[in-house]
């Protein structure tokens, strides 16, 4: 998703885009707090959560898996990790944007999907942080699995990777869009609107440090879609 903004932002130099994203993480396995504290310390305005994919598998606890995925404990203690994420991020007083999983090829992956949405979801809207779900913005009219759908401009593309799990590139502009709009949307003190067409800045290199009248967007979490993970009690 980091990708796909920094491509829909490159003539746009009211924003920066940090990339703190960590490949084949999540939270059964990585410590996601104290790598959040280095990232709240560089003051973005907002914060993009994508999490999920990787955390089919046993709770990690002190370096030992604990929990079977989706048992009773691994519930309790996933959602403790959720909260703290998220109580860290508000307490700062920063934005925080949570993107729902997409919907999967695999059937198997689909519910466990929904399940982890579902947790996502529910403490989201306990704790006032907006949740963008994705699931039918990635599905078919009949809400089933489609790899092919318009891209920005209307024209029929690939959307999807082979895997079933990940996205090609308009797929990832599709998702960042979807971001850029719910920012403007729910924070328009913070970031504004497009500007007129021909109020694009003609150059294409973003700042690479400081902060923009517009944000400073922090794509935070794992890899928006990482390579799956075998399942904790397979």
Do not use: C
Not at 4 to 16: A, E, F, S, T, W
Not at 73 to 80: A, L, P, S
Not at 214 to 223: E, L, N
């Amino acid at each position: 998703i980091w990708g796909g903004m920094v491509r829909l932002l490159i003539r746009d130099r009211r924003y920066v885009l940090l990339r703190e994203a960590k490949n084949s993480s999540g939270f059964t396995n990585s410590d996601w707090l104290t790598a959040l504290d280095a990232v709240i310390e560089k003051k973005p305005d907002a914060i993009v959560m994508l999490v999920g994919t990787n955390d089919r598998q046993s709770l990690v606890v002190r370096d030992k898996p604990r929990s079977l995925f989706r048992s009773k404990d691994w519930e309790m203690g996933y959602i403790k990790r959720i909260d703290d994420f998220m109580d860290k991020v508000t307490a700062a007083g920063i934005p925080l944007i949570w993107i729902g999983l997409p919907i999967m090829r695999d059937d198997k992956w689909n519910d466990e999907s929904l399940y982890l949405n579902d947790l996502f979801k529910h403490e989201a809207d306990a704790k006032g942080v907006v949740f963008l779900a994705t699931w039918d913005m990635t599905a078919d009219k009949d809400g089933t699995f489609q790899p092919y759908g318009p891209d920005l401009k209307g024209d029929k593309r690939l959307l999807r990777a082979n895997d079933g799990i990940h996205f090609t590139e308009p797929g990832y502009e599709m998702i960042a869009d979807a971001v850029l709009h719910t920012l403007r949307d729910k924070f328009p003190a913070v970031f504004a609107s497009p500007p007129a067409k021909d109020e694009r800045p003609q150059t294409s290199p973003m700042p690479s440090s400081g902060k923009t009248s517009a944000g400073q967007v922090t794509p935070a979490g794992p890899q928006p879609i990482a390579p799956p993970i075998p399942h904790a009690n397979s």
